[in-house]
């Protein structure tokens, strides 16, 4: 089956890199940098780690911030706690009363449906006697003595009814009473407890978020601290280059810590995303993209995004004129659709140097393709570049 230009085109490329790499080293013309290209290398160097520094202190203080919210929330969340274990302490004690109160009118019930013939037959007994209810008990002695005894009986009968339906009413308005107000209890305390218990949820979530927070943090101090080493390396080694006559080594700004702050390379739209299909699907198979496709007139200035040596110029099946520029570190970037070259082979270029004019993708279209390789990987540009407005 034969493979697509732009399928043979990378695997073609990324050959290219790895024989140019090794061709950088020996690569003959002059072996130091001229003095402005060090000069504005070292003033970038020392911009970008004022920048680096200047956001460490911010997250430094951010940090501290968030510690004392921490704190802050960790004793309100103890609070919470402690109310949420009150909450359901009064709660558990409500019910259990509730529960008894409930218990105890349920047998005072069964109690008075059991005597509630005899009262019933006893009121009706009452009602029949009329007034006199007990007293006519007193007609049937035959002495005084029996007459004394029949008097306290009829009295103590007459009393202990009465009593036996007023004391049974009490109880159950009674029971009753306390039956309303822990149930009113009841739903209080477990008003409580629902607050405390929501109380105590969005606090875990604002601890969980603060502590995720600060977890970036550090992640991002300990990179600031790596990318600032790396910088402080390369720009002790720029000044070994242009204080000490006869330093011939070859110095490369590293790229890492630039990510999000590297120029553009030309002035245009993207029209064509990293990792997307370049042409969809043609012939069975699928053509990933591995860098941008930008939109601009033809014949506009392409420039370097970084430091670094050119390892390859010229034309390039399926990108046009292609400049490929080797950054150190495993580091290159790839400008393609190019109407005309600025570079050659072997040539150093600085931020900003123009490596060639726009011109045309293969479909006809003003375009400028651009592809930036991480370890040999490519990666999305998109991420490495400024942000535009």
């Not at 990324?14 to 402005?36: E, H, K, R, T, Y």
């Not at 008003?191 to 927070?213: E, F, I, N």
Request: glycine share 8%.
């Amino acid at each position: 089956m034969t493979k697509h230009p732009y399928f043979r085109a990378t695997y073609v490329v990324m050959a290219w890199i790895l024989v140019c790499a090794f061709a950088v080293a020996g690569a003959d013309g002059p072996s130091v940098l001229p003095q402005s290209p060090q000069s504005a290398a070292m003033a970038r160097v020392a911009e970008r780690l004022r920048v680096l520094q200047r956001e460490a202190a911010e997250l430094a203080s951010r940090e501290k911030t968030l510690l004392n919210e921490l704190r802050k929330l960790e004793l309100e969340r103890q609070i919470r706690s402690e109310e949420l274990v009150v909450a359901d302490g009064e709660l558990k004690a409500t019910q259990d009363r509730l529960a008894a109160a409930i218990a105890r009118a349920a047998v005072l019930q069964a109690t008075a449906e059991n005597q509630r013939p005899e009262v019933q037959t006893r009121l009706v007994r009452l009602y029949k006697m009329g007034r006199a209810g007990y007293w006519r008990l007193l007609l049937d002695v035959e002495d005084l003595q029996s007459m004394g005894r029949a008097y306290r009986t009829a009295s103590a009968l007459t009393r202990l009814d009465r009593d036996r339906v007023h004391k049974h009413r009490e109880t159950l308005e009674s029971l009753e009473r306390e039956r309303q107000e822990l149930e009113a209890r009841t739903a209080e305390f477990t008003a409580l407890q629902q607050k405390a218990s929501a109380g105590r949820v969005a606090l875990d979530r604002a601890v969980a978020s603060r502590t995720a927070l600060m977890t970036s943090i550090e992640e991002r101090r300990d990179l600031m601290a790596q990318l600032a080493s790396e910088l402080e390396a390369a720009q002790q080694r720029l000044q070994g280059v242009v204080t000490e006559p006869g330093v011939t080594a070859l110095v490369l700004v590293p790229v890492r810590p630039f990510q999000g702050q590297m120029p553009w390379p030309a002035d245009g739209i993207v029209v064509g995303r990293f990792g997307r299909e370049a042409v969809g699907r043609i012939a069975g198979m699928s053509v990933t993209r591995n860098g941008i496709e930008l939109s601009l007139g033809e014949g506009r200035p392409v420039s370097a995004v970084h430091e670094g040596v050119v390892t390859f110029a010229g034309p390039f099946t399926a990108y046009g004129n292609l400049v490929i520029i080797d950054h150190g570190g495993g580091t290159h970037t790839l400008y393609g659709h190019l109407a005309s070259l600025s570079v050659n082979k072997g040539e150093r270029v600085g931020v900003g140097s123009q490596v060639g004019l726009s011109g045309r993708n293969p479909a006809g279209n003003p375009a400028l393709y651009f592809e930036l390789r991480i370890d040999g990987r490519p990666v999305d540009p998109l991420q490495w570049l400024r942000k535009q407005p």
